[in-house]
């Protein structure tokens, strides 16, 4: 009864305030669709370079954006795409066909070597065929590659913060000491603050993953139901991680203060990198955060396709740093009351 | 048994021993800074007291039983101002325990009571200071309380309203309500059953207002004030 009263109470306060409900729909969709035309966003020009390649082959290769340029032998590849402004250089003729790419923006990578597996005839297997990076590697993320932990990453960091701040409103305008001057049950206020926020939560997660896979166009292999779970477990641990660090600001610009100290290092660590990488010293942190978790189960299913069996693990690993974030909340709040 | 309160090594209040009764308006009178809203914080339960104890009906506070018996009133609004004043007031009594059906007549009375019932729709960031005080007011009285603790209940409101608001008290007293106010509104207290005079948390007199100014042969409550602080 006192947990439906806060619930309602906190989703009549969002229905109010307009502005925090924009911010927490609005902004993450603009800020990823931002993201997504900063690296999709141009029709790709791209300049080839062909030693020994058969005019057929050049041919087909050639047009829609692609400039192919028969070159001589060279044996300095390197130097001929770093003076001649290359994306990359086709040596055949050897005893297997190279591709020498530039290498250092991946969705090139993947146009140019596309393009060409497109462009053999079945007689070319790709066996025979070896891509040499000048800079770089096939490691190099795309957008489609880390844009479910954009997603995962901006879910966690406006919850992170609006719930943050409202709970610190809560304290620092009286409501909450005036709370517990009534009859209510520290958990009862806890579970309160969980429902509203995690109902609100909901249909933003929904709104913001449907946004990017339907409106972005994000690589999306799997079942948008485990994505809409995904989301909102990793939105519940930020919901409940907020309010947790709320307790030990003062005011807002304080709350504002562990968004770099709490939120963007979980950046780091949550595959944004390559995480082989990360130095020894720090990679233990990765597994302590739960956008590790979040990021990792979005991408299984969004770029693998995987389902519950590979997913379950990381679902289990949220709920429970909220159960855990839970549970230090009601003792937090023995610091006011003590039953 | 005296209860003392210290917030680290200052010591906010000092032996303090005070038994209120039921169907008495206690009034808390002292300079600003003297431990009055501390006070009664450990009386409704969200402070503790470092030593010593508060006891409500025979029991220790706090205790979730007892304060859905106790109606407060912080000194400082605690409202939700992006809501309206009905949305407060649903809120507040649902958590208070104020039955559904009971809790639209509750709403009425009460904000008839503080003179707001054309104002329930508004939200409360476009109330004025008094009106958010009476507001505030309106919530502590919404569960029909058996004690009423309000801190400086009537700072901001017009002598006309507050005329109205001490007559509310003086009928929910013969109800058999105890009341608490503290206040520094001196004919407030000539109105309370019995007075207490705190300064430098140390309670300095207890009284009826007639006693206390007979102690001190003064006739007024302000000079007998003065006396006992000089
Ligand atoms: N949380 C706290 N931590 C430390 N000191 C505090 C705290 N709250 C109050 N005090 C101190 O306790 C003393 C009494 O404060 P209190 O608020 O009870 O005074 P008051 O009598 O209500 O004053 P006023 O009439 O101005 O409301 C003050 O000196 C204040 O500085
Ligand atoms: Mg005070």
């Known amino acids: 009864m006192r947990i439906l009263a806060l619930v309602i109470r906190i989703l009549r306060q969002f229905i109010h305030d307009k502005r925090t409900m924009a911010l927490m729909i609005i902004a993450p969709i603009l800020v990823l669709t931002m993201l997504s035309l900063v690296f999709n966003g141009e029709e790709l020009k791209l300049k080839i370079g ?286 006011h009351r003590r039953i | 048994m005296s209860i003392t309160k210290r917030y680290g090594k200052a010591t906010i209040l000092d032996g303090i021993e005070l038994s209120l009764q039921r169907g008495e308006i206690f009034g808390l009178l002292g300079p600003s800074g003297s431990g009055k809203t501390t006070l009664v914080k450990l009386l409704c339960g969200i402070e503790e007291a470092t030593e010593g104890s508060v006891q409500v009906f025979e029991e220790r506070m706090p205790d979730l039983k007892l304060m859905k018996r106790i109606g407060y009133m912080a000194q400082s609004d605690a409202l939700y101002v992006e809501l309206t004043a009905k949305e407060n007031l649903e809120f507040f009594a649902s958590i208070s325990g104020v039955k559904r059906a009971e809790c639209k007549e509750r709403i009425q009375d009460v904000m008839k009571l503080v003179d707001l019932e054309q104002h329930l729709n508004k939200k409360v960031e476009a109330y004025s200071g008094g009106m958010k005080r009476r507001l505030s007011l309106a919530i502590a009285l919404l569960h029909n309380p058996d004690i009423l603790l309000l801190d400086e209940p009537t700072v901001g409101i017009d002598p006309a309203l507050r005329q109205k608001i001490w007559d509310t008290f003086e009928e929910l007293r013969k109800k058999g309500v105890l009341i608490l106010v503290t206040t520094h509104v001196m004919d407030e207290a000539d109105r309370c059953t019995r007075l207490g005079l705190i300064r430098e948390g140390k309670l300095i007199a207890v009284g009826s207002p007639d006693q206390l100014k007979t102690n001190t042969q003064t006739t007024t409550i302000e000079q007998a004030f003065l006396t006992y602080g000089g």
């Open chain 1, 50 to 335: 062909a030693v020994n390649v058969p005019n057929a082959m050049i041919e087909r290769i050639e047009g829609n954006n692609v400039t192919v340029t028969k070159l001589e032998a060279t044996e300095d590849v390197k130097r001929e795409i770093k003076e001649n402004d290359y994306d990359a250089i086709l040596n055949f003729g050897r005893s297997e066909n190279e591709i020498h790419l530039e290498g250092s923006d991946p969705t090139i990578n993947k146009a140019i070597v596309e393009r060409i597996r497109s462009s053999m005839g079945s007689e070319q297997t790709e066996a025979n065929m070896a891509i040499q990076y000048v800079y770089g590697s096939s490691e190099m993320t795309t957008f489609d590659h880390f844009g479910p932990v954009l997603v995962g990453f901006f879910i966690f960091f406006f919850v992170f913060l609006i719930a943050g701040v409202s709970f610190l409103r809560e304290r620092t305008q009286g409501t909450l000491l005036r709370l517990l001057a009534s009859p209510i049950k520290r958990w009862e206020l806890v579970l309160g603050y969980v429902i509203g926020f995690g109902l609100f939560t909901m249909i933003q997660s929904a709104i913001i993953a449907l946004y990017s896979i339907y409106v972005i166009d994000l690589k999306m292999e799997g079942s948008f139901f485990y994505v809409l779970i995904i989301t909102l477990m990793l939105a519940l641990s930020a919901l409940t991680l907020g309010i947790l660090l709320s307790s030990f600001a003062k005011n807002e610009l304080q709350m504002i203060q562990f968004i770099p100290l709490v939120v963007v290092p979980q950046l780091f660590f949550s595959g944004l990198f390559n995480l082989d990488t990360i130095s020894d010293y720090l990679s233990w942190i990765g597994p302590l955060t739960p956008l590790y978790y979040g990021a990792e189960a979005l991408r299984d299913v969004m770029i693998k396709g995987q389902g519950i069996s590979d997913i379950w693990v990381d679902v289990v690993v949220l709920i429970g740093f909220s159960l855990l974030f839970i549970i230090l909340n009601i003792i937090a709040l023995k610091k």
